[in-house]
């Protein structure tokens, strides 16, 4: 691996540490009129199903402070759509990383089977951690042994890099890492969203339909660095951190906690070109501060008591 800003997450060779979150940037393509996809690190695209999905009906996002909700709901085009329409159109050497999610554990299996031997899928991420549809990821990432079972299920399934995105909405996030990686994961991904809810005092009903949602921006950086640095302490595969991610100060910071790559999400509703913008900063600031070879900025965190 050579280049100051290359690093490589989960077997996946990387020019620069910055991706894009999945949900927040399509399937790619919708960003190439934006973005030079040549100075990312890659895309996680949006969550597929084995079937298409519409979602949730509208109010499905609203503002928070110092971030947003989201209850969208998983809609996606589906698996088989993705493979044959999307990936297409995105440049082949971008990597990609395909975003899996599902209700029931042998449909989460099958979903990556028909991600494996796709030559542009460089890794699957398994989310595991969806806040609000009923029946499906808040079990699994939120119960160890359901976690362990879905790892086991898709690990054996897939043929690419595997990727687990854990929720923050457990108790013990270095546990969760751990099962993971005793399941053979090459990788962990997280945080996703927080679950939240927000109120309209005239109707006293949620701000949004389907009640609770997922809460995501700056708001919830802080939060996302503790447990990216608890779990990165936890295991030995490698953590990608997502959450709040804003310019390359934060992408940094991210690295220091003992994240080996890291993804944007909510700044890209505010600029499509947030990724490449927080890449071209990350290295800038690393090179200013005296050390521009990003991967020995990974795991660095002092901590009072080690
Ligand atoms: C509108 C929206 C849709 C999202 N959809 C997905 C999704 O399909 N799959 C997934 O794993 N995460 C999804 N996420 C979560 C993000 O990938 C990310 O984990 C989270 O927003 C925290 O990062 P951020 O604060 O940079 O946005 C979504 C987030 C938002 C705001």
């Not at 996002?61 to 993705?82: H, K, Q, R």
């Not at 003992?258 to 890209?268: E, I, K, L, P, R």
Request: charged share 20%; with cysteine; net charge negative.
């Amino acid at each position: 691996m050579s280049g100051d800003t290359a690093v490589r997450f989960a077997g996946i060779d990387l020019r620069n540490p910055i991706l894009t979150a999945s949900g927040t940037s399509g399937y790619g393509s919708e960003f190439a009129p934006f973005l030079d996809f040549d100075r990312i690190g890659g895309i996680v695209a949006k969550s597929l199903t084995l079937e298409p999905r519409q979602g949730n009906p509208p109010a499905r996002i609203a503002e928070a402070p110092a971030g947003m909700l989201n209850a969208i709901g998983l809609e996606n085009v589906g698996v088989d759509a993705f493979v044959t329409e999307k990936l297409p159109l995105l440049p082949p050497t971008l990597p990609v990383i395909a975003s899996v999610f599902e209700t029931e554990i042998d449909r989460y299996a099958e979903v990556c089977k028909r991600l494996s031997g796709v030559p542009q899928v460089a890794g699957l991420e398994v989310n595991a951690s969806c806040p609000h549809v009923k029946s499906g990821g808040i079990e699994f990432g939120q119960r160890p042994s359901l976690l362990a079972e879905l790892v086991r299920a898709t690990r054996r399934a897939a043929d690419a890099p595997l990727v687990v995105k854990l929720s923050p909405n457990v108790t013990d996030i270095a546990e969760m890492a751990r099962v993971c990686e005793g399941e053979g994961a090459d990788g962990i991904a997280l945080i996703n969203t927080l679950q939240a809810l927000e109120i309209d005092l005239h109707t006293r009903r949620s701000v949004l339909r389907n009640g609770l949602g997922g809460l995501s921006g700056p708001a919830i950086r802080v939060v996302a660095q503790r447990m990216v640095w608890q779990a990165s302490r936890a295991v030995s595969i490698p953590v990608c951190g997502i959450g709040g991610i804003q310019t390359g100060e934060d992408a940094l910071k991210f690295l220091v906690c003992g994240a080996t790559a890291v993804q944007v999400g909510t700044a890209n509703y505010l600029d499509p070109q947030a990724s490449q913008r927080i890449a071209d900063e990350t290295a800038a600031l690393a090179a200013r501060l005296g050390n521009p070879v990003l991967r020995e900025w990974i795991g660095t965190l002092e901590f009072p008591g080690g």
